[in-house]
């Protein structure tokens, strides 16, 4: 048996970049916080590419892969089975994982270097990227679902730190704390079904719950709280968790405003890795889902489908080419969703599982792609809007065939990475759910058409007049976008279904020319309605805009979810629950005890008379009191 | 001689010590001295249970002493220390060593200021250590009452008015605990003998369920006061927001953990039969406390009321945890009792150390402070993560001890108030974040605010040390939750008979 334990540094290193770089690195220049942390990130780098080896090649044996958990350390002890430990839990996704993270981070990092140079706060942006990257592995590699949460909530908080990166910018901050709340929210969720799933099977262990025919969920499958069982409350509310991170529909919204971080930000957390944790979830959890709460699984392939036509929906009418990729994001996530929601378990019926799995790792490529080329765009024409480009073919060589070969691999056109997941998808789709296979049919196509609008408004159509002349990006910028497009292009051919599958043994994969084929169509369809609207300049998509009308005017503005949010906070929650709480505090609670007080001065005040000075008034109170005691006594004692 | 009366006799030398210094400098150099010995002591206190319980003393109290004083009543200065104690002790150490230096510049008749507040900390020292009802009364009442001197001279605002109300009704409260302890004396003798004050010795009698029934409430509402129960938690918002720097920290901090412990180790361990039966009621108030608390502080302007109604959130908490009445809530109580002692501490210091510098503590007249003061700012970023229950936070693990612990109970009931309690967590990161985003990050709102500095090296020193008791919980709580775990054994023995 090979020993893993090393795997532990791998999160371990950007923890000490953190930590060292966000005590001391005021101090020094700025470049050597981005340098520490650069080669720090390319150290786990490399020890992920090792491990994932290490790992699928050479442990490999017939009967597939198993858990294998190095370190374990307790953390805190609730009573003797009720535990937390801190450890690292190595099997097919988490090693995969391991490695998309390590090498989209460290992509960023590099990118860093150029995109970020001269910014105030430098040394912080390199600290904030290693505490996330830490919590992301941490995510990744735990072994109980309580070390998932925390990590989950530091991975939130590193979010909220980079989103609001650029502090003094006031929408920055709103977005900051919208993303945080909104994930806590949905955080709330995951916290109650962890709390509840805990109680009825005694443990948090991953290994312990996911033992096929284990009798631990017999005591929540037996309880039932208006008329639904105890597990599916549970995996209804850790999937509410999942469903904030990965910016699943209603629970959405923070992820589009979160494109306000710098954009290598948007690459590595808010396309590549963190929005696909819920994603990570659902499959870790998967073996749950599938033999004790397989209704939830059903929901959560709806969820996934709706979110993910919706998205892509919004996407077709962005001018903001982030907010574009944003909408796209969620699209894709929810492709993912659909890929599990429709799984079966071990073997061919779990193609969905092993599709999911393998979009995830296609899309971290292509999608922090997208974004560091949009990255590379920004940089030099210092505008988000479409409206301020053009024509970029010429100036930015290197930046338009990365772009193109991205976009090509999120249409689905083969042999583009996103070909063979997508199709896998489908696949799996086609032969589980008929409805949920059209509407992600349906979806492909606009994902050709959004995408390729955006490249042509780029990269084509009209010149704009340039105050600055656009140029490549510096070669720090560039080289990770080479590395990406590499995995975008070639991507496809890693053999998934031999390594990541639902029960961890492989299974043989075949394309289903039924399915592929119209696929590559409908891609094709999209690409081509976007050449003709947007490859030269005209007026045909405000015409068709125009034509629409009502319907087009909502979509622009998101279906209105957002001020449908801000109703019901500012107008219900702030306005209607908090503030008249305030007011009845102050007025009612505090004012009877004030009341109290006044009161017993006002009494106080009135009986203060008694205290005359005069002693025949005393005498006389005496003798009375005395007299009506003796009565009192009397009859008490005596006469009765 | 027992080394825990050290604890009392310290800040009692350190007071004597202050009146014969001339000056603020004297006054703050004595007291930084003394109660920099007592963090040693707090500390050495600390290592010294763990070496004896690691020795195999399995004694419910360790290092009890017990001295005669008034024996006609049977009244006795007896003294001694469990995990949880010890735990409450080095709490209080270390918000009164980070309150004297927070106090620093503290221009105002100083010594007398430093006197009031060493006497302030003396009965909360004596209170921890008392096994005796009375005793511990007094002491309570020693920590109470410097409390009015301390709002009323050197508060800020309505301060007479604020320090008033806080005082009068914490005597309203400690009246119903004088009748409560008072009842629990006269009942402590069923089968015949001398009625005792003696709290180990109760431990042992079953007070008559009649009387539990009568003295529970009593007992629970007095030291609830204190806890800032729902509805009697008013004292709370214009107590801390006329209070000084120091003195809230050691009132938010410590004294109003001084009610939740009360409620624990004399209330409910006292009178487990009652409390079982009459939980119920004060699952109620408390679950109000905590949302209640957590909505309250949303629309607030001053720093300060955010910081009280939070303080009646979390502290809300804690008394909910232990009506659940089971081995690892009340283990996630006391550890949420630490936990929020730092936490608040360090709140209230560095709104003193920001109101000391932009003489406002109105959210809307700052902005952008981190560009400014980038310590402070971040110290309060970094103590407001910590407040929402952050991991890597102490907050965190005290909160996720008492959740775990709520839902151990299945039935309806509970699950409801737990799920209510549970969604704080939320509300919480609301007026957190609204706040961090209004005051410390956006452009710098007062020019004026331009010129400030950032923080000197004794407030660094004062804010630093209690950071590194959050993070340190935060981080590794397993010793700690052990300790507490260790010590929860009597009161749960006594709770297992009267639960179902």
């Known amino acids: 048996m090979t020993n893993f334990s090393y795997v532990i540094l791998i999160p371990l290193i950007p923890l000490t970049v953190f930590l060292v770089t966000g005590l001391l690195g005021m101090k020094w220049k700025p470049l050597v916080s981005g340098v520490i942390g650069t080669v720090g990130l390319g150290i786990s780098f490399f020890l992920s590419l090792f491990a994932a080896y290490q790992y699928f090649f050479a442990t490999a044996s017939a009967g597939g892969y198993h858990t294998i958990i190095p370190v374990n350390m307790l953390w805190l002890s609730f009573t003797s089975t009720l535990q937390i430990h801190m450890g690292v839990l190595l099997d097919p996704i988490s090693v995969m994982m391991l490695v998309v993270v390590t090498t989209i981070s460290f992509m960023a990092h590099i990118y860093s270097l150029g995109y970020m140079k001269g910014e105030k706060g430098f040394q912080r942006y390199y600290a904030f990227l290693s505490l996330f990257t830490f919590s992301m592995l941490g995510v990744v590699l735990s072994t109980n679902i309580f070390q998932m949460y925390i990590f989950w909530e530091l991975v939130g908080a590193s979010s909220f730190l980079l989103i609001g990166f650029y502090y003094d910018k006031p929408s920055a901050v709103a977005a900051a704390k919208k993303a945080f709340i909104v994930t806590r929210f949905a955080d709330l969720g995951f916290l109650i079904g962890i709390l509840i799933l805990s109680f009825y099977t005694g443990t948090f262990d991953f290994s312990k719950l996911m033992q096929p025919g284990t009798s631990l969920f017999a005591g929540i499958t037996g309880v039932s709280f208006l008329g639904i069982s105890g597990i599916t409350w549970a995996m209804t509310l850790i999937f509410m968790g999942a469903a904030g991170k990965s910016a699943m529909f209603p629970l959405h919204i923070w992820l589009p405003d979160a494109m306000e971080g710098p954009t ?51 996407a077709m009418t962005q001018f903001d080419i982030k907010r574009v990729l944003a909408y796209s994001t969620l699209s894709q996530i929810g492709y993912m969703m659909v890929a599990l929601g429709v799984s079966g378990y071990g073997g061919e019926a779990g193609l969905g599982y092993t599709a999911g799995m393998f979009h995830l790792f296609t899309h971290a490529m292509f999608k922090a792609l997208l974004f560091l080329g949009a990255g590379s765009i920004i940089h030099t024409v210092h505008s988000n809007l479409m409206k301020d480009m053009g024509s970029l073919r010429k100036y930015m060589p290197i930046t338009h065939i990365t772009f193109l070969a991205a976009s090509l691999a999120i249409s689905g056109i083969p042999p583009f990475a996103g070909f063979f997941s997508k199709d896998e998808i489908l696949t799996a789709a086609f032969h589980a759910n008929k409805l949920l296979f059209y509407v992600e049919y349906i979806t492909a196509g606009i994902t050709s058409f959004y995408i390729f609008r955006l490249y042509f408004n780029i990269f084509w159509g009209k010149d704009t007049n340039y105050e600055h002349k656009p140029h490549e990006s510096p070669l720090n910028m560039v080289i990770p976008m080479i590395f990406l497009a590499l995995g975008a292009t070639f991507g496809g051919f890693i053999p998934f279904h031999d390594l990541v599958t639902s029960n961890m043994k492989p299974f043989a994969d075949k394309l289903n020319i039924l399915v592929s084929l119209p696929s590559v169509a409908i ?102 009191g005395t007299i009506i005691l003796a009565l009192f006594l009397l009859y008490t004692l005596g006469f009765h | 001689m027992n080394f825990l009366n050290l604890f009392v006799a310290v800040p009692v030398l350190t007071i004597i010590g202050i009146l014969f210094t001339k000056d603020l400098k004297g006054a703050r150099l004595v007291s930084a001295v003394g109660m920099g010995i007592q963090l040693a002591l707090a500390v050495f206190l600390v290592f010294f249970y763990f070496s004896i319980r690691g020795a195999g003393n399995l004694h419910e109290m360790i290092l009890t002493a017990d001295y005669h004083w008034y024996p006609s009543l049977n009244i006795h200065y007896f003294i001694g220390v469990d995990g949880i104690a010890v735990a409450m002790i080095a709490l209080t150490a270390i918000v009164i060593f980070a309150g004297v230096f927070a106090s620093w510049q503290m221009e105002f008749l100083s010594r007398e200021f430093f006197i009031s507040l060493i006497l302030l900390a003396t009965g909360v020292f004596g209170f921890f250590i008392s096994l005796d009802l009375f005793t511990m009364f007094l002491f309570y009442e020693l920590a109470v009452i410097p409390m009015y001197l301390l709002i009323g001279i050197w508060g800020s605002g309505p301060k007479e008015a604020s320090a008033m109300k806080l005082t009068l009704m914490l005597m309203g409260g400690s009246a119903l605990l004088l009748v409560g302890i008072l009842g629990i004396y006269f009942n402590s003798a069923p089968n015949g003998g001398a009625y005792t004050f003696n709290i180990l010795q109760i431990a042992k009698v079953h007070i008559p369920i009649a009387a539990q029934r009568f003295f529970f409430p009593l007992t629970f509402v007095g030291f609830g006061v204190l806890g800032a129960l729902f509805p009697l938690h008013t004292w709370s918002p214009s107590g801390h927001a006329s209070a000084p720097t120091a003195v809230s920290m050691l009132h938010a901090g410590v004294l109003m953990k001084l009610g939740a412990y009360g409620c624990f180790r004399v209330a ?55 009506l659940m009445m089971n081995k690892i809530a009340m283990d996630g109580a006391i550890l949420q009792m630490i936990s929020h002692g730092l936490m608040t501490a360090l709140f209230f210091a560095l709104i003193g150390m920001i109101y000391g510098r932009t003489h406002t503590r109105d959210i809307r007249e700052m902005g952008g402070l981190m560009k400014v003061i980038p ?126």
Request: glycine letters at 8%; zero cysteines.
């Open chain 1, 523 to 624: 891609g094709l369809v999209g690409i081509a309605a976007a050449w003709i609207l947007y490859k030269k300049e005209n007026d045909l998509s405000d015409r068709i805009a125009k034509s629409l009308g009502v319907l087009y005017i909502s979509t622009f503005h998101k279906f209105y979810i957002d001020e449908l949010y801000l109703f019901v906070t500012k107008k219900i929650i702030f306005n209607g629950i908090a503030r008249p709480i305030a007011w009845f505090d102050s007025k009612i609670v505090d004012g009877f005890m004030i009341g109290i007080g006044t009161v017993t001065m006002k009494i106080s005040y009135k009986i203060k008379g008694l205290q005359s000075g005069e002693l025949q008034q005393y005498a006389f109170v005496f003798i009375a």
């Open chain 1, 264 to 314: 290598p930000v948007s690459a590595l957390i808010h396309a590549a890795t963190m929005v696909v944790a819920g994603v990570f979830l659902v499959a870790r959890m998967f073996p749950i889902y599938h033999f004790h709460a397989p209704d939830v699984l059903i929901f959560i392939g709806y969820v996934g489908g709706f979110t993910s036509l919706f998205a892509a929906i919004i």
């Open chain 2, 375 to 500: 310590f402070l700012a971040v110290m309060y970023m970094v103590a407001g993560f910590a407040s929402l229950g952050l991991p890597g936070f102490s907050g965190f693990v005290a909160e996720m001890t008492i959740f775990v612990g709520a839902f151990q109970h299945s039935d309806l009931f509970h699950r409801v108030a737990s799920v209510v309690v549970v969604s704080s967590i939320v509300i919480t990161a609301v007026y957190i974040l609204r706040v961090v985003g209004i005051i410390l990050l956006g452009p710098v709102k007062n020019k004026a605010h331009l010129e400030l500095k950032d923080a000197s090296w004794h407030e660094k020193l004062s804010t630093a040390t209690l950071l590194v008791a959050i993070v340190g919980i935060g981080v590794l709580p397993l010793w700690l939750s052990d300790t507490i775990m260790g010590s929860l054994h009597p009161i749960m023995e006594r709770l297992v008979a009267y639960l179902h």
């Open chain 2, 268 to 322: 409910i361990f006292l009178m487990p039969e009652a409390a079982t039966q009459m939980a119920w009621i004060f699952i109620i108030l408390t679950s109000i406390s905590v949302v209640y608390g957590a909505l309250g502080a949303i629309m607030q302007k001053d720093l300060k009321f955010i910081n009280a109604y939070s303080s009646v959130s979390h502290v809300g908490l804690i008394l909910f945890a232990l």
